[in-house]
C-alpha cells in the first residue's frame, strides 16, 4: 500500500510561484510512476506532469511545458511541483497519483491506483 499526502497549495498572485510537496509513505520504492494531475471546477482532471522511479523521465501535459517542474527525491519519498508565472487558469485542485505498473497511458487518470486527496491552489488576478 501507498499513501500519499499533498501539501504547499495556497492563494498566490498571478505571476507568482509556487511549490507543491507529495509525501509518500508505504512502499514508496514500488512505485514506477508519480504524477501531478489537477481538476478545477467543472472541469474534468487534468494531466499536470509525471516521473518515473529514477527521477530522470518526466513528461509534461502540452500546455504546461516550460512553467512546471516535476522532481522527485526518493531519499525523501516526495515528488514536488513547482509552478512559475502562475496565472488565474492554474487555479485548481492539484492531486498526486502513483501507480506501481509500468507500460501504462500515464497520461489518464483511471491508470493510476493511488491518490491524495488533493491540495488548492487558489490565483488572484
Known amino acids: 500500500q501507498v499513501q500519499l499526502v499533498e501539501s504547499g497549495g495556497r492563494l498566490v498572485q498571478a505571476g507568482g510561484s509556487l511549490r507543491l510537496s507529495c509525501a509518500a509513505s508505504?512502499?514508496?520504492?514500488?512505485?514506477?510512476?508519480v504524477s501531478w494531475f489537477r481538476q478545477a471546477p467543472g472541469k474534468e482532471r487534468e494531466f499536470v506532469a509525471r516521473?518515473?522511479?529514477?527521477?530522470?523521465?518526466?513528461d509534461y501535459g502540452d500546455s504546461m511545458k516550460g512553467r512546471f517542474t516535476i522532481s522527485r527525491d526518493n531519499a525523501k519519498t516526495t515528488v514536488d511541483l513547482e509552478i512559475n508565472s502562475l496565472t488565474p487558469e492554474d487555479a485548481a485542485v492539484y492531486y498526486c497519483?502513483?501507480?506501481?505498473?509500468?507500460?501504462?497511458?500515464?497520461?489518464?487518470?483511471?491508470?493510476?491506483?493511488?491518490w491524495g486527496l488533493g491540495t488548492q491552489v487558489t490565483v488572484s488576478s
Open positions: 508505504g512502499r514508496f520504492f514500488n512505485i514506477y510512476v
Open positions: 497519483a502513483a501507480t506501481t505498473y509500468g507500460g501504462r497511458h500515464y497520461r489518464v487518470p483511471g491508470n493510476y491506483d493511488y
Open positions: 516521473v518515473d522511479r529514477s527521477g530522470f523521465t518526466t
